[in-house]
């Protein structure tokens, strides 16, 4: 498994092997022990995969305050999707900065995203599936957001003149600079 590190410490591109032949390829996606020979020892207990039928849809900038806070291990199953990650960890010093990367079912490309940063995409093509393991379980008492159009952060999310599909929940997220952020930086 290759892992890339970027920007923002913490947040890592991982792409896992595919073996190919005529009939597709083979890929382990995840293996604990693989990652943890490699100093990642995040432990995940639920998967969620989501459909986004329409191309341009924006999800996020989306995060679960402590003690519910997740990590999120992310890939495209299906289509192709900008994932990012902006860092919301008060006193860190690249707080509002954020990271993207192409994910697609070609690529394999996965973004672990850590506890501490606020999660997106916004969908390449029709019927972008995404599948995402996260570190704790669902908790809506403690979920967050941030606008994905905060003009503070900048976040260039390649619409190229398209209007997002956005939920009401996302349209209506406080600017970075209204957020309590509930983390702390603490190194890495």
């Known amino acids: 498994?290759?892992?890339?590190?970027?920007?923002?410490?913490?947040?890592?591109?991982?792409?896992?092997?595919?073996?190919?032949?005529?009939?597709?390829?083979?890929?382990?996606?995840?293996?604990?022990?693989?990652?943890?020979?490699?100093g990642i020892t995040t432990q995940f207990?639920?998967?969620?995969?989501?459909?986004?039928?329409?191309?341009?849809?924006?999800?996020?900038?989306?995060f679960?305050?402590?003690?519910?806070?997740?990590?999120?291990?992310?890939?495209?199953?299906r289509g192709a999707l900008f994932d990012v990650a902006v860092d919301i960890r008060?006193?860190?010093?690249?707080?509002?900065?954020w990271y993207g990367a192409e994910l697609s079912f070609e690529n394999g490309k996965q973004m672990l995203v850590p506890a501490g940063f606020a999660h997106g995409f916004v969908t390449?093509?029709?019927?972008t599936e995404i599948i995402y393991k996260c570190s704790d379980y669902?908790?809506?008492?403690?979920?967050?957001?941030v606008a994905w159009n905060d003009p503070e952060v900048g976040i260039d999310w390649g619409l190229g003149g398209m209007t997002p599909v956005l939920s009401d929940k996302d349209?209506?997220?406080?600017?970075?600079?209204?957020?309590?952020?509930?983390?702390?930086?603490?190194?890495?």
């Open 45 to 62: 207990v639920q998967d969620n995969h989501s459909l986004s039928m329409t191309q341009g849809t924006i999800r996020g900038l989306h």
């Open 171 to 188: 349209a209506n997220a406080p600017a970075l600079a209204d957020l309590n952020s509930p983390f702390t930086f603490e190194g890495v």
């Open 90 to 97: 008060n006193g860190s010093p690249t707080y509002g900065q």
């Open 138 to 145: 669902y908790a809506q008492e403690t979920e967050g957001a």
């Open 64 to 77: 679960q305050a402590p003690p519910h806070a997740q990590y999120k291990l992310v890939r495209c199953g």
């Open 1 to 38: 498994m290759k892992i890339e590190k970027t920007l923002l410490p913490g947040v890592l591109v991982l792409t896992p092997a595919r073996f190919g032949d005529h009939r597709g390829f083979f890929s382990e996606s995840y293996s604990f022990k693989a990652l943890a020979e490699r």
């Open 124 to 127: 390449r093509t029709q019927d």
